[in-house]
Antibody, heavy 119, light 112 residues
Framework: QIQLVQSGPELKKPGESVKISCKAS????????MHWVKQAPGKGLKWMGW????????TYADDFKGRFVFSLEASASTANLQISNLKNEDTATYFCARGRTTKAYFDYWGQGVMVTVSS | DIVMTQAPLSVSVTPGESASISCRSS???????????VNWYLQKPGKSPQFLIY???NLASGVPDRFSGSGSETDFTLKISKVETEDVGVYYC?????????FGSGTKLEIK
């Protein structure tokens, strides 16, 4: 069955970096894009961008340009999200979600990774 | 960016009754190919979102037919007939027409 399994929760200090992973199984990894979605505590869903799993090209939403990097370990069917220079407002749950490259909907989601940024 | 506006903020429903959730987009989501690119998701308490409906009215695999989606170019409705206790959570609409993708702010469904 199709699964997206994400890495575990993270507790970081402001200014540090974090890298979270999303391992896909049950389908051909390069046939679908991987999207990233942020959910701050008690808030709604915010789309961060996506990575083309065939070419490796990332696309970022405006609010996520600069400190956020999407990457792949295609041989391991894994997508990664790295956030540098962490700020308190980065405290959130981050979901990976499988989707198409265009006219996207998200048919499978990871379980989410809670990242807490606190001094 | 396309703004997705949901109403109501919350809805309380007796099991067995129906519930409707509205979503409005700031731009037509009707593509020239005839598809309307609005999707619906349900986030149950403490869980990741799950996929319900795509292209306005198409049920995702495994979704009970108590769920249905309808609408026009900018106004959309998710209807849940015969609500069950397992349907509690926050419902989000989202568009897939163009980047950036955006979601509505969510509608919380509670059971009376």
């Amino acid at each position: 069955q199709i699964q997206l399994v994400q890495s575990g929760p993270e507790l970081k200090k402001p200014g540090e970096s974090v890298k979270i992973s999303c391992k896909a199984s049950g389908y051909t990894f390069t046939d679908y894009a991987m999207h990233w979605v942020k959910q701050a505590p008690g808030k709604g869903l915010k789309w961060m961008g996506w990575i083309n799993t065939y070419t490796g090209k990332p696309t970022y939403a405006d609010d996520f340009k600069g400190r956020f990097v999407f990457s792949l370990e295609a041989s391991a069917s894994t997508a990664n999200l790295q956030i540098s220079n962490l700020k308190n407002e980065d405290t959130a749950t981050y979901f990976c979600a499988r989707g198409r490259t265009t006219k996207a909907y998200f048919d499978y989601w990871g379980q989410g990774v809670m990242v807490t940024v606190s001094s | 960016d396309i703004v997705m506006t949901q109403a109501p903020l919350s809805v309380s429903v007796t099991p067995g009754e129906s519930a409707s959730i509205s979503c409005r987009s700031s731009k037509s989501l009707l593509h020239s190919n005839g598809n309307t690119y609005v999707n619906w998701y349900l986030q149950k308490p403490g869980k990741s979102p799950q996929f319900l409906i795509y292209r306005m009215s198409n049920l995702a695999s495994g979704v009970p037919d108590r769920f249905s989606g309808s609408g026009s170019e900018t106004d959309f409705t998710l209807k849940i007939s015969k609500v069950e206790t397992e349907d509690v959570g926050v419902y989000y609409c989202g568009h897939g027409l163009e980047y950036p993708l955006t979601f509505g702010s969510g509608t919380k469904l509670e059971i009376k």
